[in-house]
């Protein structure tokens, strides 16, 4: 079983940065491509950003690249969000995901792992 707890969530003014945490629950972290998604008011849950167990992929919606940045630190079997340049439209719970599939089964349908979800409210 694998825990996901996320954290970094806030309120922030346009244009300015958070960075969200996920700290996983599980011995075989290296295991797992590792992602965000979030779901706005009214609005299905889209992924956001995910990156391979080696950090060497990287998945960005288009609305985010060049802003956002995901990382991961495997030794402290911890992923990271960092959100710069942060819109109003950016506002969402933002959920932690895992799945020991890899990347190239990337999407919320099946999606085995679930964080409870942080929110990120951006004012204009």
């Known amino acids: 079983q694998v825990q996901l707890v996320e954290s970094g969530g806030g309120l922030v003014q346009a244009g300015g940065s958070l960075r969200l945490s996920c700290a996983a629950s599980?011995?075989?972290?290296?295991?797992?491509?590792m992602g965000w998604f979030r779901q706005a008011p009214g609005k299905e849950r889209e992924s956001v950003a995910a990156?391979?167990?080696?950090?060497?992929?990287?998945y960005y919606v288009e609305s985010v690249k060049g802003r956002f940045t995901i990382s991961r630190v495997n030794a402290n079997n911890t992923v990271y969000l960092q959100m710069n340049s942060l819109k109003p439209e950016d506002t969402a719970v933002y959920f932690c995901?895992?799945?020991?599939?890899?990347?190239?089964?990337?999407?919320?349908?099946?999606?085995?792992?679930w964080g409870k979800g942080t929110l990120v409210t951006v004012s204009s």
């Open positions: 990156i391979s167990w080696s950090g060497d992929n990287r």
């Open positions: 599980v011995r075989t972290f290296i295991r797992y491509a």
């Open positions: 995901a895992a799945d020991p599939r890899g990347l190239g089964s990337w999407s919320s349908v099946g999606m085995p792992y």
